[in-house]
């Protein structure tokens, strides 16, 4: 009995071996199991390599990046290749322009455009990226989707979706972009802004949020600006506010816009909280607390934003005014005051709300969406490193197009 057991296992090993080796042959070419998250996500990827790429390798690489709609499967087997008309190779799509994008490629969406060239535009520079652009590779459409919940707008997933956002998008950000996707409150407007500067500020680290409160019970002020939405949340239950918490849902509140914006105070959270002005004791309550959450020094940034000349207060019901290219009246183009560079319209977001002049003593506040730094009374200890996080914000290098 057992020597027919051992017989039967016997060939049984030696059937599954035979065809296991017929099956796995060795064959040179086609693509690896693992080459989907290789050709995704690779920050080693240089131009070199990229360039001897077949049309099929390239078009899978802009297939994984969300390209998907502008590919065709030449067949539906477990390892389908991917070919278009106009593209010869690597090399010849890092040729193209933006005209070769919409025509040739047949890509309309002008984010979506601009979405490749940030993505051909980090394989040319591979060779001398930042800690921040190596970052950038981790931060894919559905972390964006993620960091929309961290903020405090998801109504927003749809439409940054459907354009294809990601890290690298978010980092060259501009007004015109903040048009195609319909941000038209003002406050929402805002609380992207901030947002992506607290991210600035951390490299684009994808871990840097603090979404849930730590297991000390000393509040740590100086991890205020990476609050998400929901820790902003557990801090108003703490403070005996949670009945009020739940309105604070979709309203785009986090821990960067309460930190880094001029114009955003206790008055306007109460207002968002829908806390009645009739509570006086209330809202009192809030404000002393909520000032005593960010800071003297910060404090007294917001107000001397106040006493500005043309300050106006933020409210949840302020829409933006999107400035059209075209626009302009006949007068207003021949009036020298009304002139933009080139390099003034390609700007980084970050135009769009002036900054801080630290070279200067007295804080020099310019327009009404001033940027504040960071807790004084907690990163003052080195000026001169502050200074250089805050000058990554002020960059004017937005690839358009790659020629």
Known sequence: MRTSLVNINDSTNNFSQHSFSKQSSFKRGGFRSTANARLQSNPN???????????????????????????????K???????????????????????????????????????LSLLLQ??????????ESKNLVLLD?????????????????????????????????????FQHLNINS??????????????????????????????????????????????????????????????????????????????FNSTVLADILSIPSSKTLLRRHLTTLFNDLIGVQMLELKKKAECQTGYQQLTASTKVKHVKKGSMPMAALFNSTHKRTKSQDSRDFLSIAPLIDLNNEKINFVGQSATL????????????????????????NLPTSIV
């Open 373 to 396: 730094p960071s807790n004084t009374s907690v990163y003052s200890d080195d000026l001169a490193s502050f200074k250089n996080k805050l000058s990554l914000l002020t960059q004017e």
């Open 122 to 131: 980090s394989i040319i520079n591979s060779s001398h990226l930042g800690p």
């Open 141 to 177: 459409q559905y972390w964006v989707l993620k960091w929309l919940d961290d903020i405090g707008l998801p109504q927003y997933k749809d439409v940054f979706g459907d354009n294809l956002f990601d890290g690298r998008m978010l980092m060259h950000i501009n007004n015109e972009d």
């Open 45 to 75: 990827l240089d131009t070199l390599t990229f360039s001897k790429w077949s049309t099929s390798q390239v078009c899978e690489f802009l297939h994984k990046n969300g390209f998907e709609s502008y590919f065709s499967r030449t067949d």
């Open 77 to 115: 087997t477990t390892q389908p290749q991917f070919s278009h008309k106009w593209i010869k190779n690597g090399m010849h799509l890092l040729q193209a322009s933006q005209y070769d994008y919409e025509k040739e490629l047949g890509i309309k969406n002008p984010l979506h455009r601009k979405k």
């Open 186 to 263: 003002e406050l929402h407007f805002l609380s992207v802004k901030r947002a992506i500067h607290v991210l600035r500020l951390n490299n684009f680290d994808p871990q840097c949020l603090r979404r849930r409160p730590s297991g000390d019970d000393n509040l740590d002020k100086s991890e205020v600006m990476l609050w998400t939405n929901h820790r902003v949340m557990e801090w108003l239950r703490s403070i005996d506010l949670s009945e009020y918490a739940p309105n604070l849902r979709g309203s785009g509140v986090h821990g960067g816009l309460m930190v880094f914006e001029a114009r």
